[in-house]
């Protein structure tokens, strides 16, 4: 029995620790929400939205490559996931990986454009405006 489950007593699924990391997240309690990314992964290796949300706590507190090896993960993991490319661009961007942050833009724009209009949008200004740069 893990830490968490012995702490809270009944033996949680993965989906609820990923939860759990969402609400943390948004509380900006980023190494609380890596531990239950943790416990969700541990309980279930296939789960992309634990590697994603821990992608997305490790962004926050600017450790680059550890997010991007998360959702490398997710990616491996369901080459289909739009929204898991948004967030590594946005991270490939952040660490100075142009050219990464590019590709991934586009591959959002690929698998996510259907199921979240945002990412279209976002995904495509981020493009012209990493494009832009380039070029001067």
């Known amino acids: 029995m893990s830490f968490w489950n012995t702490l809270f007593g009944k ?8 939860k759990q990391a969402i609400k943390l997240i948004q509380k ?11 416990e969700a ?11 994603n949300n821990r992608g997305l706590a490790y962004a ?19 080459p289909r996931l739009g ?8 991270t490939c961007e952040k660490a100075g990986r142009t050219l990464d942050a590019i590709e991934g833009y586009k591959k959002a724009i690929e698998f996510g454009a ?5 990412i ?4 495509k200004q981020h493009i012209a405006d990493l494009e ?3 070029k001067q």
Not at 120 to 123: N, S
């Open 132 to 134: 832009k740069e380039l």
């Open 60 to 78: 926050q507190k600017n450790e680059y490559d550890r997010a991007i090896a998360d959702f490398n993960k997710a990616l491996e993991i369901n």
């Open 11 to 18: 033996p949680k699924t993965a989906k609820y620790y990923n």
């Open 120 to 123: 279209l949008d976002r995904a």
């Open 28 to 38: 900006g309690r980023f190494d609380e929400a890596i531990s239950m990314c943790n």
């Open 83 to 90: 929204e898991t490319y948004y967030n590594k661009a946005l």
């Open 41 to 51: 992964i541990a309980l279930d290796a296939g789960y992309t939205d634990a590697y």
């Open 114 to 118: 259907k199921q979240n209009p945002f």
